[in-house]
């Protein structure tokens, strides 16, 4: 009979030899093969009812959990089977101090096991859903199909679970947790989460020189929700996510100070996406070799702070950065493009220290919807025998602009190029750059393969421009090379002359191109704006800024300036008392060939009362005007 409910019962020895009666009382709730085969049956069960909560139990006939139970311990004899549910979502808690042993058969259904404390599992089981809320041995043998769930004061304590595919370990309910190699087992070298998920303010904090892999997303959601990466500074140790790393929620994911130097490092290798939502926060550290290495896309709307540490672009699709990489905190300091497709800028992005192109697997920085800003201290280095060519560069556009920033005078060449159609390289060298600088001062290009659409020229001239601007410069001189390419030349390139707009309308002629070197090299410029190469039609003999006239007393003063000159005689200044018919009042000796700002002025002695109509006439050394 069953312990809890047995009568008082008096026997009586009679020693006649032969055998005699005996009774046994039962330590446990037993099943009883005359029910349905279901938990609820009172006839499954010796005591002909369903346990209590809290008792020990005994599965001595197949039965299936069809309600939620509460056991002292749970044992499967061999040869039986227990499932877990009926196929609805069951719970079976497991007090603390509690045991479950299979020495039979164990079929999961959906079903939740919860340990209430600490506890062990022996045996062979596949568990859905395990429960943690203390210090439970998960025995050899046990495997998560979907979720272990560590609650406030749970861990896997001696023994390791095992994770099946799409399975996840999830930190909830609060509380700070510490794995340990060797001590606490939820995640070593050798027992690998699919997914990791850490919410609901838990921080999770993994400790020894190992090397952890989850195999699918890392999830962090929730105030105070983290994940920490802590040296122990023995040896190596590195996370590996091989799917997309989550932040959300204003959690939080950190790579630890350690040891200071290379040594000692923890690296990071996120092989999907890393998300950063705008509540939530990527932190690397400054110790040399604790480095990022990323083959998704980077899409960070809050911090995403790497320090002074290098990220590693290896992916074999295009890559892209969004949100976030300007200011002090989210810029970037290394980064190195070992991918043969590339990266794409989404949003402005600035570039502190270095900028390496891989010798074997590199590929080009494409500006989409957003400009590269790169510091004044900037290194760009190809390893190995690379150089810069249509393989490894930066390609702006109309629209996005490579932007170099400068404190003092210097060179630096743009690595540029396009990517409409067929990827081409065309860099533009600025040489010998003066001037005085602003805190905010930096040189722009963009580019495109085409014919500027102010280009008048018909015959001779280039399908390809530059646009380069300047910021917070004064007094500025400067040479530049810009290269184009083969592909570019439309007519005979002997016949293209360099031309320079500062409007891209009216345009000025500086000299034929560099036919032998495919380049436009123009030196002692003082002022920037497009550059391409046109032809006759396509320029005009000054390139004016302005034209001013100002009453002064009884006189008009009349000023202008040219930003070039080529083959400039003079100018002539009309004048008219109706705007039809114009009288010569005199002239002005040009400057004749000039790439520089020129500063003209006339003062109209008799102007009459009313209106006055001024015209400029300039005139070449061949008369024409």
Same mark, same amino acid.
């Given at each position: ?14 020693? %006649? ?14 099943? %009883? ?6 938990? /609820?049956? =009172? ?12 008792? =020990? ?199 630890? =100070?350690?040891?200071? #130097? ?55 699709? !295009? ?21 043969? !497709? ?55 556009? &109309?629209? #996005? ?47 495109? /393969? ?58 000025? %002629? ?44 009884? &006189? ?40 520089? #700002? ?6 109209? !002695?008799? =102007? ?11 005139? /070449? ?5």
């Amino acid at each position: 009979t069953n312990s809890s409910n047995h009568d008082l019962i008096s026997l009586k020895l009679i020693n %006649n030899g032969g055998t005699n009666y005996s009774y046994t009382v039962e330590n446990a709730w037993t099943t %009883n093969a005359a029910g349905d085969g279901t938990w /609820d049956d =009172p006839n499954m069960w010796d005591g002909l009812s369903v346990p209590p909560d809290n008792v =020990p139990i005994v599965i001595e006939d197949n039965i299936t959990l069809d309600q939620d139970a509460t056991v002292s311990s749970i044992t499967i004899t061999s040869g039986k089977t227990f499932t877990a549910t009926d196929g609805t979502s069951r719970r079976l808690s497991i007090n603390n101090g509690g045991n479950l042993t299979n020495n039979g058969t164990y079929t999961k259904n959906n079903e939740t096991i919860d340990f209430e404390g600490s506890g062990s599992i022996s045996g062979s089981l596949d568990i859905y859903n395990l429960e943690l809320n203390g210090s439970v041995d998960p025995g050899a043998n046990t495997t998560i199909t979907n979720t272990l769930e560590i609650k406030s004061s749970g861990n896997v304590a001696s023994n390791i679970v095992k994770y099946a595919s799409g399975s996840n370990l999830h930190f909830n309910t609060g509380g700070n947790f510490d794995i340990n190699v060797g001590t606490d087992e939820e995640w070593s070298s050798t027992n690998n989460p699919h997914h990791v998920n850490i919410s609901n303010g838990s921080s999770l904090t993994l400790k020894g020189d190992v090397a952890r892999t989850s195999n699918g997303n890392i999830t962090i959601d929730g105030t105070n929700s983290a994940l920490y990466f802590d040296h122990a500074n023995l040896g190596h140790g590195s996370i590996i996510i091989n799917g997309n790393l989550v932040v959300s929620g204003g959690g939080k994911f950190e790579v630890k =100070p350690g040891d200071g #130097n290379d040594i000692n490092s923890y690296d990071v290798t996120i092989n999907g996406n890393i998300t950063i939502d705008g509540s939530s926060s990527f932190y690397l550290n400054n110790d040399i070799g604790d480095d990022l290495y990323v083959k998704g896309n980077i899409t960070n709307n809050n911090i995403f702070d790497s320090k002074n540490r290098l990220i590693k672009f290896e992916g074999t699709t !295009q890559q892209t950065l969004s949100g976030n990489f300007t200011g002090a905190t989210n810029m970037l300091h290394y980064i190195e493009i070992a991918n043969v !497709q590339g990266i794409a800028i989404n949003s402005d992005v600035y570039i502190e220290d270095m900028i390496t192109f891989d010798e074997t697997n590199h590929g080009n920085i494409e500006l989409s919807s957003g400009d590269l800003i790169l510091s004044p201290n900037i290194t760009l280095t190809y390893n190995g025998s690379l150089t810069p060519d249509e393989s490894c560069m930066i390609i702006p556009s &109309t629209t #996005n602009e490579l932007r170099k920033e400068f404190t003092g005078n210097g060179s630096f060449t743009f690595p540029v190029g396009d990517n409409t159609g067929t990827t081409e390289y065309s860099p533009v060298e600025l040489i010998n750059l003066t001037g005085t600088y602003g805190s905010s001062a930096y040189i722009a290009v963009k580019l495109a /393969d085409a014919k500027h659409p102010g280009n008048g020229a018909t015959t001779d001239f280039l399908s390809r421009y530059w646009e380069v601007t300047q910021s917070d410069i004064t007094l500025t001189s400067y040479d530049i090379d810009l290269y184009y390419l083969d592909s570019d030349i439309n007519g005979t390139e002997t016949d293209i002359w360099e031309i320079k707009s500062s409007n891209g309308s009216t345009w000025s %002629n500086l000299g034929t191109v560099d036919a032998a070197n495919n380049k436009i090299s123009l030196t002692g410029l003082t002022s920037f704006s497009f550059f391409s190469g046109g032809g006759p039609g396509t320029v005009l003999p000054v390139e004016l800024l302005n034209f001013n006239a100002t009453k002064k007393d009884n &006189t008009t003063l009349l000023d202008w300036t040219t930003a070039s000159e080529t083959n400039n005689s003079h100018f002539e200044i009309l004048h008219s008392t109706d705007g039809l018919e114009f009288n010569n009042i005199g002239s002005i000796e040009g400057m004749g060939n000039s790439s520089s #700002n020129q500063y003209y002025s006339f003062v109209h !002695q008799y =102007p009459v009362s009313g209106y006055n109509y001024y015209q400029l006439k300039q005139i /070449d050394f061949d008369g024409k005007y």
